[in-house]
């Protein structure tokens, strides 16, 4: 269990740092088609954010901003993110992930459709993949104090 | 003025062969984790020379700048597990 530190370098510096590390994940996410980046790579960035949150102020204070029921919920909302865009261009008489075919339901052109579809698409990975850092560093850093790992034992 | 940098980024490389000895040789953990943060700090210099050299520095100054903000991150996280097991 990772508790408050008493360190002032760290905790200086991660909340120096934190908000240009969000700012810094959206701008990987947005400007996914034209550089570096995408949906994967800007949330990780964002989940790395969190855990630099975690480090430096303890789980107490990282639970505030998200539990691991948030993370849990936020995954699947990513993923069905994901789905959804590409069921409703099936739905609309396209291919799976065809975006193009979007254009008629928000009433904009295919091309504008295409570029405002992967976007769409790119949010949920980033969402997604969020959580689940977030996830995975909880369930790492918190071994052997859980509820459930003390069932599992007896 | 390629060259120059072209020169600059082998003696990078030269010395990321010597922060390698450190880390794979270090007598305590201490020294590994300070060879590997400037391994860090120095692929980040090596990334940009690489912009400069194909004239597309837009690209790779997005990359060190995660690459940045990630080796930092790495550090804190491996000094904060080394405190808490209490290792050291």
């Known amino acids: 269990m990772i508790r408050d530190s008493q360190d002032v370098i760290v ?21 996914g088609h034209h550089s570096p980046g995408g ?40 993923v069905f993110i994901y789905g959804g865009i590409g069921v409703l261009c099936l739905i609309l008489g396209g291919n799976f992930l065809d975006y193009g075919k979007l254009g008629k339901l928000f009433m904009v052109t295919p091309a504008e459709a295409r570029s405002l579809g992967i976007l769409g698409v ?18 790492i850093f918190t071994v052997g104090e859980s509820p459930e790992d003390d069932r599992s034992e007896q | 003025m390629t ?10 490389c030269v010395l990321v062969l010597m922060c390698l000895y450190r880390a794979t040789f270090g007598p305590t953990i201490l020294n590994r984790a300070a060879g590997i943060s400037a391994i860090g700090t120095k692929t980040l210099i090596v990334l940009l020379i690489m912009g400069v050299i194909y004239e597309r520095v837009d690209m790779f100054i997005d990359i060190s700048m995660v690459y940045a903000l990630l080796n930092f991150l790495g550090t804190v996280v491996l000094a904060k597990y080394l405190e808490t097991t209490g290792e050291i």
Do not use: W
Request: charged share 10%.
């Open chain 1, 11 to 31: 905790k200086t510096l991660a909340r120096l740092l934190i908000p240009f590390v969000v700012v810094y994940a959206l701008y990987v996410i947005m400007h």
């Open chain 1, 39 to 78: 949906g994967f790579q800007g949330g990780v960035i964002s989940a790395a954010g969190f855990i630099l949150l975690g480090i430096s102020y303890g789980f107490e204070e990282t639970r505030k901003r998200m539990s691991e029921r948030v993370a849990e919920v936020f995954s699947s909302v990513g």
């Open chain 1, 122 to 139: 790119e949010l949920g990975v980033a969402l997604a993949v969020m959580a689940v850092m977030c996830t995975i560093f909880f369930a």
């Open chain 2, 3 to 12: 060259q120059f940098f072209l020169i600059i980024g082998v003696a990078m």
